[in-house]
Structure formats: structure tokens, C-alpha cells
């Protein structure tokens, strides 16, 4: 079974600001949600914690495993949507026409497309071997992209993604569970 979590509270997400590939720290709020998801799985077995290598979740995940003491490996593949040039700014103040750049034609912001972090993300799932129980702890973006994933494997396309994105809100520490045999579901 895989368990995936989304890191805890920054001062960037309380700024509405794009953190993409930027490296945040949790804020007190943040530490405190990470607490919290740590009672929320004290009854779920893990044999190994996977987590972004971005602080946010290596955080997130250090304080969840305070209770489970197992060795935490850090993938980048688990990074959130690389930004570019968005990276960074307020949501608000970004012009509707670098929205547009990022959503069509992503490079002319240096950022990473939708399809480039389907495969990104796609690639590091492949890998996951489900017999064994898996702390994943990773990004909102990314935890969007398993939901995808788990309901459309063979290939991407945007709308459906963006469809996927509407359908779920996702909290900081929000905990979901996936056994590759149905869609990604979330556990309490």
C-alpha cells in the first residue's frame, strides 16, 4: 500500500506564493500539521518513507517518522511542478498572460511542462513496489499528479489532469492511500 502525504504549512502557502522547485521550510503551523499527521498514521504499518528532497517535505516527513524511526530515502522526482519564472511571485500578481506561457508554452517561463512532470512523477510510481507499505511525502502538485495517475496510467492529457485538479482539494498533511489497484483515495 502506498500512503502519500503532502508536506505541512509554509510561510509561502499562507502568502498565496508560487514555491514550485524554491526550497521553504515548514513554519511552526506547518511543524504542528506534521504532529498531527504523525498521530493520524500511528496505527498504519510503514516499512519505508520515500520524500521529496525539497525541505518542506524532508521536514514534513522527519517529524512523521519520529514515531516510526525507519530510514527515509529523498527522490527528486517528488518535487513539485518546477515554476520557472513564477517561482517566487504572488499568485494574485501574476498577469494572466504568464499563466497563459506557463500553460502552453512552459519553456518560454523556464518552466517545467504538465506532460514533463506527468513523466517525472509517472517514472518514480513505476518504480514503487506495492508489496511493501510506503510513506510517500511529497507536494500538492504532486499528490494531484498520483490522483491522475491513478485513475489514467497509460498517458496524459491536460484537460483531464486539469479536470483531476478541480476535483480535489488537498490539505497540508492530507493523507491518501493508493494500492494501484483502484484510484488514489483519501484515508481519513
Not at 512552459?106 to 510506503?134: G, M
Request: net charge neutral; hydrophobic share 35%.
Amino acid at each position: 500500500m502506498i500512503y502519500l502525504v503532502r508536506h505541512g504549512q509554509t510561510d509561502w502557502n499562507l502568502e498565496n506564493r508560487i514555491q514550485g522547485h524554491l526550497d521553504m521550510p515548514l513554519n511552526d503551523t506547518g511543524r504542528n500539521e506534521a504532529r498531527q499527521c504523525r498521530k493520524k498514521l500511528a496505527s498504519v504499518k510503514m516499512d519505508k518513507i520515500i520524500a521529496s528532497d525539497l525541505l518542506r517535505a524532508k521536514e514534513t516527513a522527519a517529524i512523521i517518522n519520529e514515531s516510526l524511526s525507519l530510514p527515509i530515502t529523498y527522490d527528486a522526482r517528488l518535487r513539485e511542478l518546477n515554476m520557472g519564472d513564477l517561482q517566487g511571485l504572488v499568485a494574485k500578481d501574476i498577469s494572466n498572460e504568464l499563466w497563459d506561457l506557463l500553460n502552453h508554452e512552459p519553456h518560454k517561463v523556464h518552466a517545467e511542462s504538465l506532460e514533463d512532470f506527468y513523466k517525472r512523477i509517472k517514472s518514480f510510481f513505476d518504480e514503487i513496489d506495492t508489496k511493501q507499505d510506503t510513506l510517500i511525502v511529497a507536494h500538492g502538485g504532486t499528490v494531484r499528479m498520483a490522483m491522475y495517475l491513478s485513475r489514467n496510467l497509460d498517458s496524459f492529457n491536460q484537460k483531464e489532469f486539469e479536470k483531476t485538479c478541480l476535483e480535489f482539494k488537498i490539505k497540508n498533511t492530507g493523507v491518501f492511500k493508493w494500492d494501484k489497484s483502484q484510484p488514489l483515495q483519501p484515508l481519513l
